[in-house]
Structure formats: C-alpha cells, structure tokens
C-alpha cells in the first residue's frame, strides 16, 4: 500500500492510527468485499488487494474469516441471500 501511494509504510500507519481500523484491517476487509461482489467475476487470483503474494493473501483471509479465498468466492451468492 505504502509502495503504491509512494509513502513510508510508517506514514501509512499513522494514517489508521486513532481510527478504529488497522491497515491490515482495511486490506482485508477490501478483499472480502471484492471476493463477494456478484458483480466482479475475476478469478481468486487477479483480485488485487495489496498482499502482493497469492499465497500470503490465502493464508491471511483463511487465518482472519476460517475461509480461503476460493471458498468466501464460491459462497458469495450465499452470503447475500441471508
């Protein structure tokens, strides 16, 4: 994140600081929101969303909400309808 708006990665945290979220936080919940947009029908692995390696971003969304990717994409039409 800190590489794409050509800031410090420390400026980067001072930005989340105080606020209720971290910047891991807003990552994640940005990938969960793309993973379970009906409308978005990219693959798993072209959803960008700041990790940088496809299998840290599969560990990191299995880690935080008990699903891999594949599985919160799959589901998505689910989630929804409840």
Aim: proline share 2%; with cysteine; glycine share 6%.
């Amino acid at each position: 994140m800190a590489q794409a708006q050509q800031i410090s990665s420390r400026q980067v945290q001072a930005r989340f600081k105080g606020k209720s979220d971290t910047c891991s936080g807003f990552v994640l919940d940005r990938a969960m929101q793309r993973l379970t947009d009906t409308d978005d029908a990219r693959p798993v692995s072209a959803i960008d969303v700041e990790f940088g390696d496809l299998s840290y971003f599969n560990r990191t969304v299995r880690k935080y909400f008990g699903l891999t990717p594949s599985q919160v994409r799959r589901m998505r039409g689910i989630i929804y309808a409840i």
